[in-house]
């Protein structure tokens, strides 16, 4: 794919939603660390009915650590490997008291240390939180990268390095959701709705679904 259609696209995307952001509910940037964790291999909107309960009792560090693992888990037993995500939750608000007096750091290395939180965690935190222009690969935006031409990889790291080297700088910000809601809702795994797609034209997949 070249850079022209490359740019098309992303202009369209961006043409159809200017300002894109998380469809994860969230009033602080801790909320949304926590409905990131909880995110992994879990629909948002099983994040948000539970943390819906949640965050109302304990939306900061040591209000889920006075909930203890028991408790946090009563709260988030609808979501999936919720056993490991609460253990990881309480871990990462210890850290966040101990060492970055509660608040979420701003820097990858710092969030990557903490329990739950990988490189996609610590670009969708850098990204919508503080305005950084990273872009996180989820299997949504493996799969469009992949399909369309966009930016093909063999894994998640390798797309993200090539949509960070093809993606014009004035897109970095928003390409992440662009991506990510094409493929959630349009660009899907299974059956594709390209006679609604608004790249379909540019996209270079060769099994495109007709109607």
Known sequence: MN?????EILTRLQADNPEPTTELNYHST????ISVILSAQATDKSVNKATAHLYPLANTPQAILDLGEEGLKQHIKTIGLYNSKARNIIKTCALLLEHHKGEVPRQREALETLPGVGRKTANVILNTAFGEPTIAVDTHIFRVSNRTGLAPGHNVL???????????AEFKQHAHHWLILLGRY??????PKCPHCLIQDLCEYKEKIKE
């Open 3 to 7: 850079a022209t259609k490359r740019r």
């Open 158 to 168: 390798a797309v993200e390095h090539k949509l960070l080297k093809v993606v014009a």
């Open 186 to 191: 349009i660009c899907v795994a299974r059956k």
């Open 30 to 33: 801790f909320e949304l660390l």
